[in-house]
């Protein structure tokens, strides 16, 4: 016999992935990842990070311990010095998953500096 199931992950990350149109932004931009907790034990979010230079995020509560958004704010002008060179990271009280990570990305084109 066979069984199979599916596990569904106590935190999930909205959208997965940060991606950005190629080329300098001609305005300052926001863009939102929801991180939400979908297990029994309460979520500690740390202060989100970005390696990007003069990229800044910041964490908002929607729900304590369940839900938070956290808002990564591009200035006018940015562009990405590597296609796949940008990084979110929050760090989390969730042993499992001690740090969410979210990649910043490109589209193909012209972007170079």
Known sequence: MRVLAAIRPVITVLPRQIQLPAGPLATNQSM?????????????LGKPKVNLRGVRARLEVQE?????????????????????????????????????????SSSPGTNSL
Do not use: C, Y
């Not at 760090?91 to 499992?96: A, E, F, M």
């Open 32 to 44: 939102a990842v929801l991180i939400a907790n979908q297990g029994d034990k309460p979520l500690k």
């Open 64 to 104: 304590p311990k369940r839900v938070f958004r956290v808002v990564v704010e591009f200035p006018k002008g940015f562009v990405l010095p590597d296609p796949k060179a940008g990084e979110l990271v929050v760090t989390s009280s969730d042993p499992h998953q001690p740090a969410i990570k979210v990649p910043i």
